[in-house]
C-alpha cells in the first residue's frame, strides 16, 4: 500500500465532501436560484458543476485504486488535472484580481498533486 497515494486519495475525498457540501449550498444553490440569469446558461453551469461533483470522486477513487494497485500513469493522469485545475483557479485569481482565499481551489488541488507527485516518486 502506497501511503503518499492513500494521503492523496484522502485529499482528493476532502475535496469532493468541500466542494458538494460546502460549495453546494455558497456556490451551486445561489447559481440554480439566480433568476436574473438565463434559464438554459444557468442550467448549464448547474450540469457542470454536477460534471465537477463527479470527477471530484472519480480522483479520490481512482488514487485510492492505485494506491493498492500499482498503476503510475493513471496516478499521473490525476496528478496533471489537479496542476491543471490548480493553475485555472490561480489563473482566475491574477485574472480578475481576487484574494486567492476567495477561491481556494487551487490549494486543495496543489496538495493532491503534490501527495499524488510523492506517491509516484
Known sequence: MNSWLVAAALAAFATFVIHAVVGGRLIAGPLLAARDLARIPRLTAYYCWHMVTILLLAMALALAWAARHENPPLVALV????????????????????????LPQ???????????GLGLA
Open 79 to 102: 496528478l496533471l488535472l489537479a496542476v491543471a485545475f490548480s493553475a485555472l483557479s490561480l489563473g482566475l485569481v491574477a485574472a480578475y484580481r481576487v484574494s486567492p482565499w476567495q
Open 106 to 116: 487551487w490549494s486543495l488541488f496543489l496538495l493532491v498533486a503534490v501527495l499524488s
